[in-house]
């Protein structure tokens, strides 16, 4: 499996911007599609965002389309969430992901970092 660890997690106000990052250990990045889940306490974990294995198919869920953006280097083994116009109800303990399966919200996410908390004040 592959080792993920996430960055770049923070406070902001709303209506500002971050960029989450994750490196991936190991030889083999390219042969995992990756995705960004979210979870607040007391909720299920959510799936956000998800970008195939050469980064050429993406998929969102609702709420963050037209202000996320997931982007992948293989080069650099690493994913980044650039998160756009960030609104409070986008709190939440971001954690990377990784699957060989897929990218989408039903993909059966084998590997995971340990999160990075995304706080947005109004």
């Known amino acids: 499996q592959v080792q993920l660890v996430e960055s770049g997690g923070g406070l902001v106000q709303a209506g500002g911007s971050l960029r989450l990052s994750c490196a991936a250990s190991?030889?083999?990045?390219?042969?995992?599609?990756m995705g960004w889940f979210r979870q607040v306490p007391g909720k299920e974990r959510e799936f956000v965002a998800g970008?195939?294995?050469?980064?050429?198919?993406?998929h969102y869920t609702d709420s963050v389309k037209g202000r996320f953006t997931i982007s992948r280097d293989n080069a650099r083994n690493t994913v980044h969430l650039q998160m756009n116009s960030l609104k409070p109800e986008d709190t939440a303990v971001y954690y990377c992901?990784?699957?060989?399966?897929?990218?989408?919200?039903?993909?059966?996410?084998?590997?995971w970092g340990q999160g990075t908390q995304v706080t947005v004040s109004s």
């Open positions: 992901t990784a699957s060989k399966t897929g990218w989408g919200p039903s993909t059966d996410f084998g590997s």
């Open positions: 190991g030889r083999t990045f390219s042969a995992y599609a």
């Open positions: 970008i195939s294995w050469a980064g050429t198919s993406t």
